[in-house]
């Protein structure tokens, strides 16, 4: 993911260009285009370590909302510690995930998640498309 720290990068959602900016939430594209980006200076890496840092009082709200929903409708799933630490890894969040309890495992990856979802949610409102008027027609 990257954070565009200069200018402005038109970025391809696959249904329009939209405009981001510095003042825009972090984002990812295809690994090259990131690293373009990142080497001219636009951009930054953002790692979902920094994402959850960012975004911990929303997570922190969204996971308590979440497992308050699910206590009494889901059964408890077994998931291995290196599963855990897979999955933690993939995350690209930093530390090391051998040292730590299943529970800070899960914990961080829950707040990684939810910071993620948070950030796909706002790209998917940035994506709705320009509505025009008859007023709005072509001038000539």
């Given at each position: ?46 790692t ?40 933690y ?38 994506e ?13």
């Amino acid at each position: 993911m990257i954070k565009i720290v200069h200018g402005v990068f038109g970025y391809n959602n696959g249904k329009s260009i939209i405009p981001k900016t510095s003042k825009d939430e972090p984002f990812a594209c295809d690994k090259a285009t990131e690293k373009r980006l990142v080497s001219l200076g636009i951009a930054e890496y953002v790692t979902a370590e920094k994402l959850v840092e960012d975004h911990a009082e929303e997570a922190e709200t969204d996971a308590e909302v979440v497992e308050t929903q699910n206590e009494d409708t889901t059964a408890p799933v077994e998931v291995s510690k290196e599963e855990l630490i897979a999955e933690y890894k993939s995350l690209g969040l930093g530390g090391n995930p051998a040292v730590m309890k299943e529970e800070t495992l899960i914990k961080k990856i829950n707040e990684a998640k939810a910071a993620l979802e948070e950030i796909a949610e706002e790209a998917e409102a940035d994506e709705d498309a320009p509505s025009f008027d008859e007023v709005d027609g072509v001038e000539g």
